[in-house]
């Protein structure tokens, strides 16, 4: 979920799928495909329960946060099993990983994936689609579908792409950044006062190569622009060019007042967060807003951990639950998903101490009780509500935004 790509590995990759699809074995390899798909979009949701019932479903998720991992296992797994006779089988891989495990079976000409349903957004989903990986669309089929808050642009766009049913909304986050209140009494509040602040506390703060450290580059380059409308949309070079000049510009005045004088950058949010743990940085980050609150519940982060968002603006965004086009289990895939977007499943991931996952679901179409059940759960401590920060959430860009800056980082500022 949280690696990228580079232009030339989507290119290959684009190469490679329209090779399998046009293939001579592909009528062949097609006919099942098709079959199964049509067979599930014509049962009704008490025959998919029936068909669903008994199989295994294999789902590739990111594994690296404790506490997710236990929500899956202890909680999804559990209820799955009682609720469904569903086994949850659970394999550990994210965006990178599961893009070439799909394009490996096309190329080994498996019509039956080793993978039924994954978590994914952004890039991965916009690489999925291009190699016609992703069953759908899908979530119309979904009885718990109805209770999510479509109408939210934050859910019914993943990084500008229309979600259109081909992955079903399963959470909603937005950017963080986590400080030292022992330390920074006034966290800064917009890049100006970023910028005074990092060059007045040599190597207190930086920023990761990983997913969070180029969505915060990402919120930085919509800042720089005259309006954050400016590029929103699909990926424009122009714009790209003009803006990304600004954000190096900028990197490039922080650069020497960076952690070890950015002659080096954390590769991984979990080392970032032991330096910030252990005194070394004063600043971290997160793509989730409450994740402050799990890292103090866990003892990852001492109490003094505290989480706010600039107010120049930080990225919204959602995550995904999407189906496999060669998935044989495509019935138990659907089951499970509908129950992940269940109230019971949402208001579990929710609470700050399990998860603090935002939920996707529109509360106004929510049950009174389960309504009532949401409004009643325990407060974040450390972290913003989200209202407050509401106001300055920015959408997500174009995956080729995040390509391009990924890229660009390494060139411009890493070198």
Same mark, same amino acid.
Request: glycine share 6%.
């Given at each position: ?5 580079? &232009? ?31 067979? +599930?979009?014509?049962? @009704? ?22 506490? !997710? ?21 659970? &394999? ?6 599961? +893009? ?55 859910? @019914? ?15 909603? +986050? ?9 330390? +920074?009494?006034? #966290? #800064?509040? @917009? ?70 004088? %950015? ?30 609150? @799990?890292?103090?519940?866990? %003892? ?22 999407? !189906? ?16 992940? !977007? ?46 407050? !920060? ?12 995040? &390509? ?12």
């Amino acid at each position: 979920m949280k690696h990228t790509f580079t &232009i030339r590995q989507i290119l290959c990759l684009l190469i490679l799928g329209c090779l399998y699809a046009c293939g001579g074995s592909s009528t062949k390899q097609s006919q099942p495909q098709t079959r199964n798909k049509t067979e +599930v979009s014509k049962l @009704n949701w008490q025959q998919i329960e029936a068909q669903a019932k008994g199989q295994t479903v294999n789902l590739m998720m990111w594994m690296g946060d404790p506490l !997710i991992n236990a929500y899956m296992k202890k909680f999804v797994q559990a209820k799955l099993k009682e609720k469904y006779d569903i086994r949850l089988n659970i &394999i550990s891989g994210q965006g990178k990983e599961i +893009v070439s495990t799909l394009i490996a079976e096309k190329e080994a000409g498996k019509t039956n994936s080793e993978i039924d349903m994954m978590w994914i957004n952004g890039e991965t989903f916009f690489q999925l689609k291009q190699i016609k990986a992703l069953y759908g669309p899908f979530t119309t089929q979904l009885p718990n579908a109805r209770l999510i808050n479509f109408n939210s642009r934050f859910i @019914n766009t993943d990084f500008q792409q229309p979600v259109n049913g081909m992955e079903c909304p399963w959470g909603n +986050v937005q950017l963080a950044l986590i400080y030292n209140s022992h330390q +920074v009494k006034n #966290p #800064p509040k @917009n890049l100006k006062e970023l910028e005074q602040f990092v060059k007045a506390h040599p190597g207190k703060f930086t920023l990761g190569t990983e997913f969070t450290g180029i969505t915060l580059l990402k919120s930085m380059l919509i800042a720089l622009a005259n309006e954050p409308k400016d590029l929103y949309g699909k990926f424009d070079q122009a714009k790209y060019d003009q803006y990304s000049a600004k954000l190096w510009q900028y990197l490039k005045r922080l650069k020497p007042y960076l952690w070890k004088k %950015g002659k080096t950058f954390p590769s991984t949010l979990a080392a970032m967060h032991q330096m910030f743990a252990n005194g070394e940085l004063w600043f971290t980050m997160s793509n989730n807003d409450c994740e402050v609150d @799990n890292k103090i519940a866990q %003892g990852t982060f001492p109490a003094w951990a505290r989480a706010y968002v600039l107010e120049s603006g930080t990225i919204q965004n959602s995550h995904y639950l999407g !189906i496999t086009q060669t998935s044989p289990n495509k019935a138990a895939a659907m089951v499970a998903i509908n129950y992940m !977007i269940s109230p019971e499943a949402q208001y579990e991931k929710f609470k700050p101490a399990i998860w603090g996952d935002g939920t996707v679901l529109a509360m106004d179409k929510l049950p009174q009780n389960w309504q009532d059940k949401f409004a009643q759960l325990p407060t974040r401590k450390y972290a913003p509500k989200r209202a407050d !920060i509401q106001q300055y959430a920015l959408m997500e860009l174009a995956p080729e935004y995040m &390509i391009r800056l990924q890229e660009d980082f390494r060139k411009e500022i890493i070198k």
